[in-house]
C-alpha cells in the first residue's frame, strides 16, 4: 500500500505501552464480571469490555492456528543490518490469522538501510519481472511513485531558476518568496516550476508565454492540488498522463522501496506487492539505530504482511484496478478497495497482534489514546482537511457524519485525510468489529469486496445487518469511550 503516508504518519500519533497480563481490567478490579459483547445489540451496553474482548479473540485465534509459512527468502543489502529478531515469528502470528491461504506460495523479504535502497531497488525489480513492476505502478498511481522519487535522492542544493534544469525530482525549494518544484512536465528532463494559484491562469515572464497547469499531485496533509507554470508553446501533461508512457516502458524500476532522506531513524519504510504467482514481496526498510519495541517501525515486517495479504485477495481474484487519472489527480483510492480509514486502521492490528505478551488494558492504551489525543488537533488545525469535510466540534454528531455510508465512495476513499483518520478513529471501529467477529475480519471484508461486493454488502454478509443499521451504536460507543477516557 501507500505505506510512505500511512507509516510517517502512524509515527506521530501510535505509541503502544505492553503491560502484563496479570494486571486486572478495571471492571474486574471492581468485582463485576465481564460480560463481552456479542452483537451490535448489546455493543453499548457491554462498552466497557470491547477492548478485552478484542484482546481475547486476537490472542485465540493465534494460539489456535495450525498454519505453516510457505516458503520465505530474505535477502539483506550489503550495508544492512537487521534489527528485529523475531521476524519469523511475527511473519507467522499474521499469516496464521489469515483464513485462506491457498493462494500464497512464498514470501520475498527485501531489507534494506539508506545505502542500500538502489542495492534493493535492483533486487525488488529483478525478483518481480517487468510484467508485475508495471502492474505495481499502475496501481500505485503517480502520487506515491513521485513520492517515494524523491525520497530516494538528495536534495538539489542549487539556486531555483524558472526553467532551468534539476536533479531531484519532486523536491520543494523555495527562493526568495517564490516556492519552486523540480518536475518533468512537457520537456524531456526535470526543471524548476514555480508554483502558481489557480489552473488555467495565463501569465508572461520574461518574454514567455506560460499557463498555470494542475499537477495531479497530493502531498501528505494537504488537501489541495499543487499547480505549477508550464509553457504554453509545448505540450502540457500531468504526472498522471505521464505515468502513462512510463507504464509501457520495460525499463521501469519497482517502486517498492524507498527511503526518505530526511528520516532521523534512518529508514522509517515499507511497502508490499502481491505477484500473479502468489509470491508476496515485502521491501522492509532499516533503521539507524534500534526502534523502541513500542514503536510501530519496529514491526514493519508484520505491517506489510498485513497490507500483502488482503490485496492477495485481489491478485487471485483478478479484481486489481489501476489508480486512474482522475483518481490519481485527487488522491483516490480505487473504488473496489476498502475505505482507507480501514486500510490504515487494520495496519495497526497488523502491528498490535504480534505483540502476544500484552494485555487487554495494554490494547485498550494503544488504540484509546491517538484518538483522545488527535481529533481535537485534527478539526483545530482542519489537518487532511478534515474540519471542512466533517465540520467541527468532534461530538456524537460528527461521529454519526463520518460514519454514514454515503461516503463509502468519496470522502472515505480520500488518502490523505482517512490516512490520518485510520491511525485515531479508523483503529477504534475496527476494534469493536474484531471483538464481534475476530482478527479475521480485517481480511474477511476486502476478500468480499475483490469478489465485487460493496463495503456496506461485505459488512452486511459478515455481520447480519446493514453499516447503516450499526452505526448509530458504533458510534455512540466510541464517544463515550471519548468522552470518558477509556
Known amino acids: 500500500m501507500r505505506k510512505f503516508i500511512s507509516v510517517l504518519s502512524a509515527l506521530a500519533v501510535i505509541s503502544v505501552v505492553i503491560t502484563p497480563i496479570a494486571e486486572a481490567h478495571p471492571i474486574l478490579r471492581s468485582g463485576l464480571a465481564a460480560k463481552f459483547p456479542t452483537s451490535f445489540e448489546n455493543l453499548y451496553q457491554n462498552r466497557h469490555a470491547v477492548a478485552s474482548a478484542t484482546w481475547t479473540q486476537i490472542t485465540s485465534a493465534i494460539h489456535s492456528s495450525q498454519k505453516e509459512l510457505p516458503p520465505v527468502h530474505a535477502f539483506q543489502g550489503p550495508n544492512t543490518t537487521k534489527i528485529d529478531k523475531s521476524t519469523m515469528k511475527d511473519l507467522k502470528t499474521v499469516f496464521g490469522l489469515f483464513p485462506d491461504t491457498s493462494f500464497i506460495k512464498n514470501i520475498d523479504l527485501i531489507y534494506f538501510n539508506k545505502k542500500d535502497v538502489d542495492w534493493a531497488t535492483q533486487k525488488a525489480t529483478s525478483l518481480m519481472g517487468p510484467e508485475e513492476v508495471q502492474k505495481e505502478i499502475a496501481y500505485k498511481g503517480p502520487n506515491q511513485q513521485a513520492m517515494q522519487a524523491a525520497s530516494n535522492q538528495p536534495d538539489d542544493k542549487s539556486i531555483p531558476v524558472m526553467g532551468k534544469s534539476c536533479s531531484k525530482p519532486n523536491q520543494w525549494s523555495k527562493y526568495g518568496e517564490i516556492q519552486y518544484f523540480c518536475r518533468a512536465d512537457n520537456s524531456s528532463s526535470n526543471v524548476w516550476e514555480a508554483r502558481c494559484g489557480d489552473p488555467g491562469q495565463t501569465g508572461n515572464f520574461s518574454g514567455m508565454n506560460y499557463t498555470c497547469v494542475g499537477t495531479g499531485i497530493y502531498f501528505p496533509n494537504d488537501s ?254 466510541i464517544w463515550d469511550e471519548y468522552q470518558n477516557h477509556y
Open 224 to 477: 489541495f492540488m499543487f499547480s505549477f507554470w508550464e509553457l504554453t508553446s509545448e505540450l502540457q501533461s500531468s504526472p498522471a498522463q505521464n505515468s502513462k508512457t512510463q507504464q509501457g516502458s520495460s525499463s521501469q524500476a519497482s517502486p517498492l522501496i524507498f527511503c526518505p532522506m530526511d528520516d532521523p531513524m534512518g529508514c522509517a519504510s515499507s511497502d508490499s506487492w502481491v505477484g500473479s504467482d502468489g509470491t508476496l514481496y515485502l521491501g522492509i526498510g532499516i533503521a539507524n539505530k534500534p526502534y523502541p519495541s513500542t514503536d510501530v517501525s519496529y514491526k514493519l515486517t508484520a505491517v506489510e504482511l498485513y497490507h500483502a495479504l488482503w490485496l492477495s485477495n485481489y491478485v487471485k481474484n483478478k479484481s486489481v484496478l489501476p489508480q486512474t487519472p482522475e483518481e490519481a489527480s485527487k488522491n483516490l483510492n480505487q473504488p473496489n478497495l476498502p475505505p482507507y480509514w480501514f486500510i490504515s486502521g487494520g495496519e495497526t492490528y497488523g502491528y498490535l497482534m504480534t505483540q502476544t505478551a500484552g494485555s487487554s488494558q495494554s490494547l485498550e492504551k494503544a488504540i484509546g489514546s491517538p484518538l483522545l489525543d488527535a481529533m481535537d488537533y485534527f478539526l483545530k488545525t482542519n489537518r487532511a482537511n478534515i474540519a471542512k469535510e466533517f465540520g467541527k466540534p468532534f461530538n456524537l454528531a460528527w461521529l454519526n457524519n463520518f460514519l454514514d455510508i454515503k461516503n463509502s465512495n468519496t470522502t472515505w476513499a480520500e488518502i490523505n485525510t482517512m490516512n490520518d483518520l485510520g491511525y485515531t478513529l479508523g483503529i477504534r471501529i475496527i476494534q469493536i468489529l474484531i471483538a464481534l467477529k475476530g482478527p479475521s475480519v480485517i481480511f474477511d471484508i476486502p476478500n468480499l469486496m475483490s469478489q465485487g461486493q460493496s463495503f456496506d454488502q461485505a459488512f452486511q454478509r459478515i455481520f447480519g445487518l446493514s453499516w447503516t443499521a450499526a452505526k448509530p451504536e458504533i458510534a455512540r460507543t
